[in-house]
């Protein structure tokens, strides 16, 4: 009975913590859907790898911010369709195409987990031709 009863809670332990990681990364597909950087910017870990069809490189939190809301201003975000989601080792990602005025983008994000806590730390922008 007490084997069954730790099993049980183990069990709903984990299936919450998944919950938690999965509205991590929904918070990231609705910001990439409204094309709101700000809000985006709040799952950045410290330093975000951000790949644009004409540069890349690793930003800290406030640059990327700035990378990123200049990359939707001047592209004029329209949506976000989510392609796939998954597990990967060590965290999450998903790809999807991102919609703007300007043609869509290939966008692929990948998150990790950091001190129990969900974080973004890439994120690519290809343009589809």
Known sequence: MKT???TLVT??????SSFVTQNNMDGVINALRSGNSSELSKY???????????KSDSYSRAQAQLIVKDFFGNNG???FELRHKGD???GHYCSGTLQTSA?????????????G?????????????
Do not use: C, H, W, Y
């Open 77 to 79: 975000v329209r949506g």
């Open 88 to 90: 990967s080792p060590g």
């Open 4 to 6: 069954l009863s730790i």
């Open 117 to 129: 806590k969900e974080v973004l730390k890439e994120i690519r922008f290809q343009a589809i031709e």
């Open 11 to 16: 069990g709903l332990i984990l299936l919450l």
């Open 103 to 115: 043609g869509n983008f290939r966008t692929n994000v990948f998150m990790k987990s950091k001190n």
């Open 44 to 54: 950045f870990d410290d330093n975000v790898d951000i790949t644009l069809p004409d």
